[in-house]
């Protein structure tokens, strides 16, 4: 029975609306704490021996003790020139991912590393260790452009081309390269983020149907 209230994640989802700015305002303070957790993570790692907690969380491809990486390798980067080109794209595309909902950000982002780690153990170079949240930045992007197309938003649409714009440079980075990253990383997490999109969708409210008038039946008392 509908008692003439509003959904509040229906109102958080529409531009311009309190709800969404508040929402949004939300996602981007969660995202700015997450920041100051990467970068203790790393002082600990260049405290006790640089690179040491990268040997033991990272991605180590075809290896089985570097399985454990799946989880623990977006915490872990591999200096600090590497977490500063990280924060800020993350911040960004991950308080645009968060305001779509706190639920299904936490399982998109469960899929996203799930896809993207076990895709770099099973086709990554069995000798790097992989590090970074990079892969995780290219699953909130594709999940917002794929969001907008299977939940025909235009709002996530419009913030994924602003992205877009704003790091196209580093798109390349989803191509196979000599350089020392990990492109299949980059693009499994995309892939990841599209998958994600699908998986966790928000359904279109259905229309309401209009009632049939039926007739009027009149009886004696």
């Given at each position: 029975?509908?008692?003439?209230?509003?959904?509040?994640?229906?109102?958080?989802?529409?531009?311009?609306?309190?709800?969404?700015?508040?929402?949004?305002?939300?996602?981007?303070?969660?995202?700015?704490?997450?920041?100051?957790?990467?970068?203790?993570?790393?002082?600990?790692?260049?405290?006790?021996?640089?690179?040491?907690?990268?040997?033991?969380?990272?991605?180590?491809?075809?290896?089985?003790?570097?399985?454990?990486?799946?989880?623990?390798?977006p915490f872990l980067?591999?200096?600090?020139?590497?977490?500063?080109?990280?924060?800020?794209?993350?911040?960004?595309?991950?308080?645009?991912?968060?305001?779509?909902?706190?639920?299904?950000?936490?399982?998109?982002?469960?899929?996203?590393?799930?896809?993207?780690?076990?895709?770099?153990?099973?086709?990554?170079?069995?000798?790097?260790?992989?590090?970074?949240?990079?892969?995780?930045?290219?699953?909130?992007?594709?999940?917002?452009?794929?969001?907008?197309?299977?939940?025909?938003?235009w709002w996530n649409?419009?913030?994924?081309?602003?992205?877009?714009?704003?790091?196209?440079?580093?798109l390349y980075n989803?191509?196979?390269?000599?350089?020392?990253?990990?492109?299949?990383?980059?693009?499994?997490?995309?892939?990841?983020?599209?998958?994600?999109?699908?998986?966790?969708?928000?359904?279109?409210?259905?229309?309401?149907?209009?009632?049939?008038?039926?007739?009027?039946?009149?009886?004696?008392?």
């Amino acid at each position: 029975m509908s008692y003439g209230g509003t959904d509040p994640q229906s109102e958080a989802a529409k531009f311009g609306t309190d709800a969404f700015y508040a929402s949004l305002g939300r996602a981007f303070v969660t995202m700015c704490a997450v920041i100051p957790f990467l970068f203790l993570v790393e002082a600990i790692d260049q405290g006790i021996g640089a690179g040491q907690l990268d040997m033991a969380g990272g991605i180590i491809p075809h290896r089985l003790d570097g399985l454990d990486g799946v989880l623990f390798s977006p915490f872990l980067h591999s200096g600090w020139d590497h977490l500063y080109g990280n924060a800020v794209p993350l911040i960004l595309v991950g308080t645009f991912a968060l305001a779509g909902g706190g639920r299904r950000f936490i399982w998109s982002t469960f899929v996203i590393m799930l896809v993207s780690g076990l895709g770099v153990w099973f086709v990554g170079d069995p000798n790097s260790v992989v590090v970074g949240a990079s892969g995780v930045i290219f699953g909130y992007l594709g999940m917002l452009v794929a969001r907008g197309l299977v939940e025909r938003s235009w709002w996530n649409l419009g913030v994924s081309a602003f992205i877009g714009l704003l790091y196209w440079y580093q798109l390349y980075n989803i191509l196979p390269t000599d350089q020392p990253i990990s492109w299949q990383g980059h693009l499994l997490g995309l892939l990841g983020g599209v998958l994600a999109a699908v998986l966790f969708r928000r359904k279109r409210p259905k229309r309401a149907l209009t009632p049939t008038p039926t007739a009027t039946t009149f009886t004696d008392i």
